[in-house]
């Protein structure tokens, strides 16, 4: 029988090192999700027969991940089933992504109830786009950068270490005060982010932030898994114009490896005006994420 364990700062690497086996570039298989929503979601997880499982409550429900690993699939999927019988609960699988679809409608009769919430896929770029903002599609995002570099010409950036963390978590604070949104989510959001931040070596995230006369103006995390760049926290002080265009083109440059293909910066949880923002850097797929109920 299965025996989950719930997700925290000790064991989180552990489930780190499937990560690789991901089968699609969703933000859920990492570890600055993991742990920043790691209460929010209830989360836990059990290694079974060299595969990976989590389960989470998802909408009201116990749901699981698709199981990732060297181990077999089949012998997963039937250790859920059986966990599943004796909580006498069903087997639905959450944050499912369009290539897990095959495997779970196709090879274990899965039904998908519903079409999946926009508020909840991720935006996905090509690393070249943003890294260098180059061409006419982006001439408004290169307009607010070369206004950020003639207000502020001696603008520097730095990458987040164990000397100055202390500087961007008093900027998080900062932010929460003077610019945070109201909605119960975005707070939850900047809380989780605030909690991180002293995990960024531990769990191997890169961070950099944007100064400007000593003083912080914007700063983002990220996490790299296989080819594609994934930015977890993104915050800049509004009242430094163009400070946002700054930090995603110089956190994607400053990131770049000879692997990386694509950035995911993550959801826009319905927030018409995150949607607008993500939309505007014209992301080459939205990765929509299903639910799955298996019988």
Not at 105 to 127: E, F, Q
Not at 143 to 166: A, G, R, S
Request: glycine share 6%; with cysteine; proline share 4%.
């Amino acid at each position: 029988m299965l025996t989950f364990e719930k997700i925290n700062a000790d064991n989180l690497l552990k489930t780190a090192e499937f990560f690789k086996y991901k089968i699609s570039r969703t933000s859920d298989y990492t570890i600055g999700a993991m742990y920043m929503w790691r209460d929010f979601y209830n989360t836990s997880y059990a290694i079974y027969d060299n595969m990976l499982l989590f389960k989470v409550k998802f909408l009201n429900r116990t749901s699981f991940t698709i199981p990732v690993g060297t181990g077999s699939l089949d012998k997963a999927m039937d250790a859920l089933k059986e966990y599943c019988r004796a909580q006498e609960i069903p087997l639905w699988f959450c944050t499912v992504p369009k290539e897990g679809l095959p495997i779970l409608v196709d090879g274990y009769k899965g039904t998908i109830p519903g079409t999946p919430s926009r508020d909840w896929s991720d935006y996905l770029y090509h690393y070249e786009d943003l890294s260098t903002l180059a061409g006419r599609r982006y001439s408004g995002q290169r307009n607010h950068i070369n206004k950020f570099k003639k207000l502020f010409p001696d603008y520097q950036y730095h990458v987040i270490t164990e000397d100055n963390v202390h500087r961007v978590i008093n900027f998080l604070m900062e932010y929460q005060v003077n610019f945070a949104k109201g909605s119960a989510l975005a707070q939850e959001e900047l809380s989780r982010s605030l909690e991180l931040m002293p995990y960024l070596k531990m769990f191997r995230l890169p961070g950099g932030f944007i100064e400007v006369d000593g003083k912080i103006v914007a700063m983002a995390v990220g996490e790299i898994v296989n080819d594609t760049l994934y930015c977890h926290i993104e915050k800049a002080d509004r009242e430094y114009p163009g400070s946002y265009q700054m930090i995603v083109k110089e956190f994607a440059m400053h990131n770049g490896k000879e692997n990386i293909k694509y950035i995911n910066r993550e959801e826009d949880v319905g927030d018409e005006g995150l949607r607008t923002s993500k939309l505007s850097y014209h992301p080459v797929e939205l990765l929509e994420k299903y639910c799955v109920l298996i019988p």
